[in-house]
């Protein structure tokens, strides 16, 4: 990893929850913010003083009118745009959850089986985590982005 991101400083947080059912996965097409027009999983900022756990299950409620149980952290990732924008942003997984995902003004909820998650409509730095993320494994990642154009990446994997 190079000598930027042992400095870098977020200028918020985040969260996202894929939610797993079975072998599908809950994936939203989201509607407004940052990534609008994209697929992704419920997720969004932290507000102050709220943990990032607390705040992705809050997010998949405000998305999706469920909420989410069983909750693993897996991963972190780290996105700095060449706008100035910086993210950090905690992921997490959930095998379990209460209520019927509904759309709401935020996101258009969809089941995907896990062998047809579309990459294409997705963040770029997607496809470089989600698949080792889903099969159980922990990382790292660091992401510079040219406004959806990845510029850079750097995976770190804790098995």
């Known amino acids: 990893m190079n000598e930027y991101w042992s400095q870098w400083k977020p200028q918020e947080s985040a969260t996202l929850c894929f939610v797993i059912r079975g072998d599908e996965i809950l994936l939203i097409l989201k509607k407004r913010g940052l990534g609008a027009g994209k697929i992704n999983a419920p997720g969004g900022r932290l507000e102050p003083g709220e943990t990032a756990l607390d ?6 409620q405000e998305e999706l009118q469920i909420t989410p149980r069983e909750l693993v952290k897996r991963g972190e990732l780290h996105f700095q745009f060449t706008d100035g924008y910086s993210l950090h942003c905690t992921v997490f997984f959930a095998y379990d959850h209460d209520g019927e995902a509904t759309e709401t003004e935020e996101a258009v ?3 995907t089986p896990l062998e047809n998650i579309p990459y294409e409509k997705m963040w770029e730095d997607d496809r470089h985590w989600l698949p080792g993320a889903i099969a159980g ?6 992401f510079h982005f040219d406004g959806d154009k990845m510029v850079t990446k750097y995976v770190i994997w804790d098995n």
């Open 55 to 60: 705040a992705a299950i809050r997010e998949t």
């Open 137 to 142: 494994q922990s990382f790292l990642g660091y």
């Open 109 to 111: 909820p969809a089941w």
